[in-house]
Each structure stands twice: as C-alpha cells, then as structure tokens.
C-alpha cells in the first residue's frame, strides 16, 4: 500500500460550489497531518495542519478518520484561486519519518 | 521576514558542470530540507539536516552534497551534472524534525 493515496483528479467545478479531496495514509503511527496547496510551478504553501480529529479555517474543513486511516479536505464556496494542486501530507509518512508529498489532486475552479 | 529564499531562480548547466544552489531562512529553524521535483511528479527527498554540522541523505541523494555550516545556510551542490538531474529544486526548514514545513520559491535547473 502506498503511504498516501489521494485521486489524482482533475477536479472541474464552478465559482462557488463545494468541493471534497480525499486522503488515505497507510502509516497508523501518524500523528499529525498537513494540507498543502501547490500552484502551477510554484512552491508547495502549508493550508492547514491538523492534530486531533480535524480542523477549520475559514472555507476550509479537514477531518480525520483515524480508525480508518483517512482524512478529507472540505473547501466551500471555492474561488478561481482555490484553483491548485492539494497535497495530503501526513506526519512520519516515510521511511525515515519524513513527509510524503505526492503528486497530490488538482483542483480545478471554472467562472 | 523572508522566510526562505532561494537562488538563483533559473539554471541551466551542460552536462558534467558542477553547480550550488543557495538556500537560507531567517526563521530560525533548526530542520532545513532539500527535494526536487520532476514534471508532474511528488517531491524527493534528497537531503535534510537537523542542525548546523549535522546532514542526512533522504530518498535520492546520488549526485549531490550538502554542508550546513549555519542554521541559516543550507547549500546543495551538485557535481558532474546530468540530464537526469533536470528538475525543480525546492529547500524548505521547519521548526520540528519533519513537522511543518515552509518552503522557499525553488531552483528551475536544466542540463542539457
């Protein structure tokens, strides 16, 4: 099993819809977890960490399944610069305790 | 606060040319990390260090070195370079081993 998997996408949606990426890790031991979004050529930016069984800011929910090894990210009311790719980047996820960013799901947000 | 710069911005090398690739955070971080990215791919890990004097290889440190003589500085440098080594380079520091990390604007490098 891979340490993450998340749907590559792309996921097409319109201004102002609701938009769900899902996340599953294969590391139980995982403690802590990371959203980041990536732009187009650009370099990866934290969007949230969560610790316990989720966290919020602003349109933005994640929350964790942690007897399931799965975690989700709620983005409501998506804008054109929601537009990115969303990595899932649990704590520990690597051999060497490192963090796996993989290739993440792009989100894409048509007017 | 700049956080964490990089440059230069844009490389590129032919083949068998050595370069190094600055990285610096004025975050006071301890934990300093270097990946590449290839098109379309996740990030590697190539190396990361946990203080100044202290460096570890990641998932793919053939072909390159480190040093961190500061807990500032951390270059990448890479010798006898090769077309496989095309990417993005992107340096990030945190502030606990493999927690949050923030990272710099990155290094476009071509070897043709």
């Known amino acids: 099993r891979k340490e993450v998997e998340q749907d590559p996408g792309p996921f097409n949606v319109p201004e102002g819809a609701t938009v769900a990426f899902n996340c599953t890790y294969s590391n139980s031991a995982s403690q802590s977890f990371f959203w980041y979004r990536q732009d187009c050529r650009k370099e990866p930016k934290l969007l949230m960490s969560?610790?316990?069984s989720g966290n919020e800011d602003g349109r933005f929910t994640a929350q964790l399944n942690r007897a399931s090894q799965y975690i989700s990210l709620l983005i409501r009311d998506s804008k054109l610069s929601d537009s990115a790719t969303y990595l899932c980047?649990?704590?520990?996820?690597?051999?060497?305790?490192?963090?796996?960013f993989g290739k993440g799901t792009k989100l894409s947000v048509k007017p | 606060n700049a956080g964490v710069t990089q440059t230069p911005k844009f490389r590129i090398l032919k083949i068998g040319q050595s370069m190094t690739l600055q990285c610096t955070q004025d975050m006071n971080h301890n934990y300093m990390y270097w990946y590449r990215q290839d098109p379309g791919m996740g990030l590697k890990l190539i190396y990361y260090?946990?203080?100044?004097?202290?460096?570890d290889k990641g998932e793919v440190p053939n072909g390159y070195n480190v040093s961190r003589s500061t807990t500032e500085d951390f270059p990448l440098r890479l010798e006898l370079a090769a077309p496989s080594q095309t990417s993005v380079y992107f340096c990030?520091?945190?502030?606990?081993?493999?927690?949050?990390?923030?990272f710099g604007p990155g290094t476009r490098l071509t070897v043709t």
């Open positions: 260090s946990v203080g100044a004097g202290i460096t």
């Open positions: 969560v610790y316990s």
């Open positions: 980047v649990p704590e520990g996820g690597g051999s060497q305790g490192n963090l796996i």
């Open positions: 990030a520091s945190s502030s606990r081993v493999f927690g949050e990390q923030y």
